[in-house]
């Protein structure tokens, strides 16, 4: 498997905050402010980016743990800005430190791992599922 990923390696994305990403229109609240999950998918996508930009075509990253807490709220309108860094590289598994910040302060940190896969390979087991 050859990669360009090294640990300190990094990424940041960014999303505004909108009534589709809010706890109440995710069900996972009953608030108007940014989810939990939507923070958590920033935070995924950034750590995605990374590493699917340095593999080869025939490879990818899936999810495969998240740990994180959701510190403070983000109202609707706001920036949210999502970084990883890579902390770890072991062997197919890579793992990152993340943290999600809105245009005030820091709203959420933790850690991250995901795993390189063969896409063809993967997704034939995926698929295989529905011959079951």
Do not use: Y
């Not at 990403?21 to 009953?30: F, H």
């Not at 935070?43 to 743990?65: C, K, R």
């Not at 403070?72 to 920036?79: E, Q, R, S, V």
């Amino acid at each position: 498997m050859e990669t360009t990923l090294k640990v300190g390696m990094n990424n940041t994305v960014e999303a505004q905050s909108t009534e589709k990403t809010t706890a109440v229109e995710m069900k996972s609240g009953s608030l108007k402010v940014l989810a939990t999950p939507a923070m958590m998918c920033l935070m995924e996508q950034a750590a995605a980016e990374l590493v699917d930009h340095n593999l080869p075509d025939d490879l990818t990253s899936v999810g495969i743990a998240v740990n994180i807490s959701h510190k403070a709220p983000t109202p609707i309108g706001l920036t949210v800005r999502a970084e990883a860094v890579i902390t770890k590289i072991d062997g197919r598994k890579i793992t990152f430190d993340v943290k999600a910040f809105d245009d005030i302060d820091e709203i959420g940190s933790g850690t991250h791992e995901r795993l390189i896969v063969n896409k063809e390979k993967f997704q034939a087991k995926a698929d295989g599922k529905l011959n079951i």
